[in-house]
């Protein structure tokens, strides 16, 4: 048997169900495998190491009593420290925010521990999770970054430090560290998952989600954090989410499972500035699609486009101005030099173009729910190349910006490493509230394919 | 006729701003400036209900607040 720190989510979920692990051995296991990795790595703001282990004991008892909790029963999860967690220090990556400890729960922690997780601490985020950067690396190579701003996130589940996590996604935060870490993250459509709780960039735009090591493991995860919340408006009118897990188990039992899936693939937009590696993994990714039984079409996205992710940034800085503003005014040096611009900027754009934008965001998602009539899931790469050396940027979110922008869901799965050895992501969207059609497609080609079973060479 | 006094510096008196920018405000706002520039060239018809409407419906089974209005605390009223 593979050590436990080793174990997917699903995997471990199910030994743990069978009672052939307990959650105190699972965590020790990774709290071993921190010792060893985490000094390279640094994913962890902090560590809560005893709650935890009083967790996993109380797990355990009930366990061994004959009851489990939910399906992630003794598991444990890192959470990005954006997310307000009871009674442990929530900080943001920031000194504004430093000492501040919760007195509740985000709704998605909240749903996690209710699950069975155990919270084992918070995963490093750029500043607010906005660009100026976290201490993370990438464990596939620790001179480059491991993206961001879920960067912590991203790199605890590459090096095995833990079963799932929680990030979020204003511009690309969840699919640009899971594709550069090699890992899967998930951005659920805008009202699939509550906010409450996690410290905002900007209201309208940012999306919280999980992100695991495997296809079958998002799904578990965003099972468990789905749904309405009375405290965040956005998810009220959401429809009933599925049982995202089971539906892939369904699936898996298909011989062609993802045969009758249109996938669409995009005229212009996500070629600009793709690397030569990128590119070709990228076309092999679609092709194993389509040998999987996906109908693969060419297809031409909206005139409006580009003019959208104009909107969305001037959206992203005036909505990060509003957030900030009244801790800007006090303390503008507690700031990192991107965020300060952000604000900055954001402080200056005229109110008519910031509903101007909204606008054009009302046409862009218009058009691209016509154009998902015609096609099931849109394919693209997911990032323009592998993780940047350097850990000064965080690379670029310009390929993920377009479904934050919209809401629509989106999802990577690995799909490939670059001669250096450096992973890439398969982005998949869909339409609102379809997730269920993104995990399928991407667990066919995870299927076919294995990239993420790869461990980085800690 | 006098010109404008420079926006930038309205805006940062006008809500008690810092006086001075950071180091990337310069190179940030060349690029906010493209992207105003950019939404604003489309032609958007004004039947185009700006997307972040409110949402309303949850509130129908909410309670009457509480709390009252923050107006009736206020100095002058009293």
Redesign the interface.
């Known amino acids: 048997m593979s050590e436990p720190w080793d174990l997917s989510l699903s995997a471990a979920a199910a030994a743990i169900a069978a009672g052939r692990l307990a959650p105190v051995e699972l965590l020790e296991s990774a709290l071993d495998r921190i010792d060893d990795i985490e000094p390279r790595v640094q994913a962890w703001a902090r560590i809560q190491v005893e709650d935890a282990r009083r967790e996993a004991e109380r797990l355990t008892r009930l366990q061994r009593s004959g009851t489990i909790l939910g399906p992630l029963h003794g598991i444990p999860i890192g959470v990005k420290d954006i997310f307000n967690t009871a009674g442990m220090e929530t900080a943001c990556g920031s000194r504004i925010m430093a000492g501040f400890v919760p007195a509740a729960d985000a709704t998605a922690v909240a749903r996690l521990r209710a699950a069975g997780a155990i919270i084992l601490g918070k995963t490093h985020t750029t500043e607010f999770a906005s660009f100026d950067p976290s201490p993370a690396r990438n464990p596939w190579a620790l001179s480059h970054t491991p993206g961001g701003s879920s960067s912590g996130s991203g790199a605890a589940l590459a090096a095995r430090m833990c079963q799932g996590a929680l990030g979020s996604q204003t511009s690309g935060s969840i699919i640009r560290p899971a594709a550069f870490c090699g890992v899967v993250g998930l951005k659920p459509t805008f009202g699939r998952v509550s906010r409450h709780g996690v410290h905002p960039l900007a209201w309208t735009l940012d999306h919280p989600g999980p992100m695991a090591r495997t296809v079958g493991d998002a799904a578990l995860l965003l099972d468990a954090i789905a749904g309405a919340d009375p405290h965040d408006p956005a998810t009220l009118s959401a429809p009933a989410p599925l049982a995202y897990a089971a539906l892939l188990a369904e699936a898996a039992t298909d011989d062609r499972p993802a045969a009758a899936l249109r996938v669409g693939v995009p005229d212009r937009y996500f070629t600009d500035g793709l690397d030569d590696e990128a590119e070709e993994l990228y076309h092999a990714a679609v092709r194993v699609l389509e040998t999987a039984g996906c109908e693969v079409r060419d297809i031409r996205l909206p005139d409006e486009f580009e003019a959208g992710m104009d909107a969305h940034e001037l959206i992203h800085n005036a909505e990060a101005a509003a957030v900030h503003v009244d801790t800007y005014r006090a303390r503008p040096g507690d700031y990192g030099s991107k965020l300060r611009a952000i604000i900055e900027t954001g402080l200056q754009i005229p109110a008519p173009t910031y509903v101007r934008a909204q606008q054009v965001r009302t046409i862009v998602i218009r058009r691209l729910r016509d154009l998902l009539d015609t096609v099931d899931v849109i394919a693209t790469p997911a990032a323009p190349g592998p993780a940047p050396e350097g850990l000064a940027s965080t690379g670029s979110p310009v390929f993920n910006r377009p479904f934050s922008f919209t809401g629509f869901p989106s999802l990577t799965v690995p799909c490939g490493f670059t001669g250096a050895g450096l992973p890439v992501g398969l982005q998949l969207a869909g339409r609102p509230f379809d997730e269920g059609t993104l995990l399928h497609a991407a667990a066919a080609y995870e299927d076919a394919t294995a990239w993420g079973q790869r461990r980085p060479p800690l | 006729m006098e010109s404008d006094r420079p ?2 510096a309205w ?1 940062r008196a006008l ?4 006086a001075a ?5 310069s ?3 060349k ?2 400036a ?3 520039e ?5 032609p ?1 018809s004004r039947d ?5 409407a409110p ?1 309303l ?2 509130l129908l089974a909410v309670p009457p607040n509480p709390i009252g209005s923050s107006r009736r605390r206020h100095p002058s009223d009293e």
């Open positions: 926006v930038i805006t809500l008690n701003l810092p920018s950071g180091e990337r405000f190179e940030e706002w690029i906010v493209r992207r105003i950019a939404v604003h060239t489309r958007v185009t209900e700006p997307a972040g949402r419906q949850h």
